[in-house]
């Protein structure tokens, strides 16, 4: 399955955006779809996945981000409302088999966008 993210931009902190991440291939419904991010310096991290009707947030997004996905479209969604300045990073889609927060979990991953709070 190939992945290109898309929606990231420059945003004020308190502001919303909404990251949306399109999938080509067969079988999207079957993929556990996670959100993960990157900020300079530091590992890549676990944000939000969307499994068999369940989903799961990192401690530090619950509240404020919320992962959904639309099968017919092959496209999910990740709406992030209150950024903060500490949300800035490169936020990448990814597609598995596993519902785990382990990026090394997923065996694809589109090419990243980039969200960024000034505060």
């Known amino acids: 399955v190939q992945l290109q993210a898309f929606g990231g931009g420059f945003v004020q902190a308190g502001g919303s955006l909404r990251l949306s991440c399109a999938a080509s291939?067969?079988?999207?419904?079957?993929?556990?779809m996670g959100w993960f991010r990157q900020a300079p310096g530091k590992e890549r991290e676990f944000v939000a996945r969307?499994?068999?009707?369940?989903?799961y947030y990192a401690d530090s997004v619950k509240g404020r981000f919320t992962i959904s996905r639309d099968n017919a479209k092959n496209t999910v969604y990740l709406q992030i409302n209150s950024l903060e300045a500490e949300d800035t990073a490169v936020y990448y889609c990814?597609?598995?088999?596993?519902?785990?927060?382990?990026?090394?979990?997923?065996?694809?991953w589109g090419q990243g966008t980039q969200v960024t709070v000034s505060s």
């Open positions: 291939g067969r079988a999207f419904s079957t993929y556990i």
């Open positions: 990814a597609a598995g088999l596993r519902s785990t927060a382990q990026p090394a979990g997923y065996p694809y």
């Open positions: 969307i499994g068999w009707g369940n989903t």
